[in-house]
């Protein structure tokens, strides 16, 4: 009986006012975002912001099917494991909106920012999306039908004169 105290009192801790251990949570998990793309035609340069994860950078072009006239295409493109994608980019030697609003045959023109702006899909579901920026500059952006969502996400935050 006496031992069955004994041990009782050493397991149950009877009467300790040793305080259990604290217990630590790890720090909140840091959200890693890729760093932004700076693409320029010319002296003007576009920050764009690199989408989030699960989105992985996974290339460029340097060209665009739809333009109805060759032009000097800069570009990347993201993707996720699903097939996703979505893409950024300039087309650069557009100086005026009479030029601009021709510039892919089957478009809807539209205005973005009090700018002139193009959207169309494209045969394989791509949609795609573009504005004249400033003179010389138009901002293009495209994504497959899961990620349209993230297309004004991404016009949103981009920022002319960025290095």
Known sequence: MFLTFALAAAVGGCGD???APAVTPPPPSERVTA????????SSRLKIPAPPPPLARSGTFGRLGSLARRLTVK???WHDDDGEQLRAGVVCG???????ATLV???TLTAYRGKPALRWTTRGGLRNFMWLESPGTAVYLAATPGLTAQLRQTAAAIRQGAS
Do not use: M, N
Not at 35 to 42: D, E, K, R, Y
């Open 17 to 19: 006012d040793t305080p």
């Open 35 to 42: 760093a932004p793309v700076t693409l320029a035609c010319g």
């Open 75 to 77: 570009g990347v493109t």
């Open 94 to 100: 557009v100086r005026t909106a009479e030029q601009f």
């Open 105 to 107: 045959a089957r478009s």
